[in-house]
């Protein structure tokens, strides 16, 4: 026996075709990881090789997928963030079929074998290292903020009717730290419970568990990540199953089963060790590089980082242009309702935000002198237009004056502070007497 599966044990017919089929699929995906990783990437020429064979899939999607599908056009491989676009559909049909024809050849051409054991004792063993890889990045990146944050300003202002549903799910998440590390940390040990072989089985079973969370929330806020979220699902589902007689004796035939026998890779101890030290070093390798980068990331972009001198929401109480005082009327197209500051986004640029009495918003990147109290504001995408405004504080309150687009302004507003939108400031209770589910007033 080696890893539960006897090497010249026999399989039947529909096990080597069901194996022969998930080989393909997944090497396919899974490919070209871990020869793309540090430290097997440093590897002189390793780098060319990676490159040759990226370039090769996107090959074969572009000409024989969509070809294949009767995709007209070159399909876009630019990044979008999405992992559901065209190319993304059409790489994953072309990957079944291959699968399926590939299948097929390899039972005809190899249908003597009696059972690939350590065939599926490699492949095992990749699967695991390179499902933990994926959660250990998903777990990593929302325990150190670096997934969901807080609702910025701009967010807070929207109505839910001007959010898309992924917007909703995104603020959701990030309106609870709480569930957010829960998250995380629910990714992380699933993908520390598949390193060791005791508890590989509860890793595989909890990874499944995690990721078909994710992966509904997915499918039901039209997140897309479904594709990737759906095979890390059933990459988990395919681990646990390794151990499907204990399994399905203990929890639904209610039987006792002998423990499974996970037995070394080698006979000979040193190779071992040797296969054992290379794994471990490649997934701490991982592990340091993705906490440093969060630790980094957490202190120069979290929420504790410092704030701008004009951070906070400030609500325009008197609006003079060329001299004429503008009333708040909801049909002007020129007077302010509020101005805003958030945070420095994650690319160090500080944002200017305008809500018009229409709740038109406007953007501008702004930069605030450090000698004077001047703000400098610059349309997003224009190079050429900048506007001075002199800003000065009355307590929290903030007045502004200059020219701006053209027009002299006198601007004085009220200061809110965006901590003390319900949403943010409400917390956590032990004791709740009646449901808090309720709509709580911009000013109370």
Known sequence: MENGIALH??????????????FIFFLLFILPYPLNQNPIILIPGMPELMGWYSQGIVWLVQNIGAGLFGIEG???????????????????????????VGCLLWSVLDRKRKSYARLWKWFHILMVYNLAYWLFIYGLIKIYSGQFSGPGISRLLETFGESSP???MWTFMGSSEVYTQFSGWSEAIAGLLLLFR????????????????????????DVP???????????????????????LGTLLFNKAVQPQQWKP???????????LAIMMVIMVWHIVVMAQS??????????????????????????????????????????WRKAFMDLPGFNGRQRWGIKMMNDRLRYFDAELDSLEPVMRLKPLNDTINVYELRYKFTGEDLSLEGVFEGDTVQINTIYFNPDDFILKSRGFRWVNEVPYNRNVPYRQ
């Open 9 to 22: 044990e026999g399989w039947n017919t529909s096990r080597k075709i069901v194996f022969r089929f998930f």
């Open 74 to 100: 070159e399909l876009s491989t630019r990044p979008t963030g999405s992992g559901d676009t065209t190319f993304s559909w059409v790489q994953t049909g072309l990957f079944l079929v291959i699968a399926i």
């Open 166 to 168: 992924m917007r909703i």
């Open 198 to 221: 005791r508890t590989r089985t509860l890793g595989g079973l909890a990874a499944a568990g995690v990721m078909l969370n994710v992966f509904m929330m997915n499918m039901a806020f």
């Open 225 to 247: 990540v479904k594709l990737f979220s759906f095979r890390l699902m059933i990459a988990g589902l395919w681990i646990a199953l390794a151990d499907h007689k204990r399994l």
């Open 265 to 275: 890779f080698f006979v000979t101890v040193w190779k071992n060790y040797l296969l």
């Open 294 to 335: 969060g630790i980094s990331r957490l202190e120069s972009f979290g929420p504790d980082r410092e704030r701008p001198a004009l951070y906070g929401i400030h609500d325009v109480e008197t609006f003079v242009l060329n001299g004429d005082t503008i009333p708040p009327l909801l049909t002007d197209t020129v007077r």
